[in-house]
């Protein structure tokens, strides 16, 4: 079985400090790891992945994610965070095998406060 | 490239009712997911549809069915309406099994039943 932990349902910040949404998983077989952003009465948006090669991904609108093998943890980072992110954040896994792939896995989200 | 759309954006059901909602993917996708998501239970995995096949299943009632077609859109069908199925439903379409293997959602319907 899969799963993604994100332990903050809240995270808050102050326009132009750093920023770090944490995020913890389980996988049988090869990870696929993802971030998410949701604005509010909106669809999900992809920020960035995580497949295979170097563990530093970077995404979309500055964001960044450190894919940790050894502590099974892909935290969404932001050197320096702006009011527009405030937003709900999702962690999702897809479990790769040599012949199939497993569903969807995402976190029960963690919701951003960027304060002025 | 068109993004995944859903229709219809809004649907106001009662009780007992049952209603259909749909979803055309990104072209070239072939995996169709639906999920519900509500401010209490957060993003519920339905099922997932691939090549017109149901590949994955969560955990919901018999209420709650769907199907691709062959052209990969994919519809939702839930049955005998309960209070507690109002919800953003999103459906996202995706390749699976390859490197560019990334879920792209829709902006959802939003159901209410009263």
């Known amino acids: 079985a899969q799963s993604v932990a994100q332990p903050e349902d809240q995270v808050n910040v102050a326009e132009g400090n750093p920023l770090t949404v944490k995020c913890t998983y389980s996988v049988s077989g090869n990870p696929y790891l993802f971030w998410y952003v949701q604005y509010p009465n909106r669809g999900l948006q992809f920020l960035l992945k995580y497949i295979t090669g170097d563990n530093l991904v970077k995404g979309s609108y500055g964001f960044e994610a450190e894919f940790n093998k050894s502590q099974t943890s892909f935290h969404l980072k932001k050197p320096s965070a702006l009011v527009s992110d405030s937003a709900l954040y999702f962690c999702?896994?897809?479990?790769?095998?040599?012949?199939?792939?497993?569903?969807?896995?995402f976190g029960a989200g963690t919701q951003v406060v960027v304060t002025p | 490239k068109a993004g995944v759309t859903q229709t219809p954006r809004y649907l106001i059901k009662t009780r007992g009712q049952q209603v259909t909602l749909s979803c055309s993917p990104i072209?070239?996708?072939?995996?169709v997911s639906w999920y519900q998501q509500t401010p209490g239970q957060g993003l519920q995995f339905l099922f997932e549809y691939f090549s017109e096949t149901q590949r994955n299943k969560g955990n919901f009632p018999g209420r709650f069915s769907g199907r691709q077609f062959s052209n990969s859109r994919s519809e939702m069908n839930v049955s005998t309406l309960e209070l507690g199925d109002s919800a953003l439903y999103l459906c996202?379409?995706?390749?699976?099994?390859?490197?560019?293997?990334?879920?792209?959602f829709g902006p959802g319907t939003r159901l209410t039943v009263l």
């Open positions: 996202a379409s995706s390749s699976p099994g390859t490197a560019t293997d990334t879920q792209y």
């Open positions: 999702a896994v897809r479990a790769l095998t040599t012949d199939s792939w497993g569903k969807f896995q």
């Open positions: 072209s070239g996708h072939r995996s």
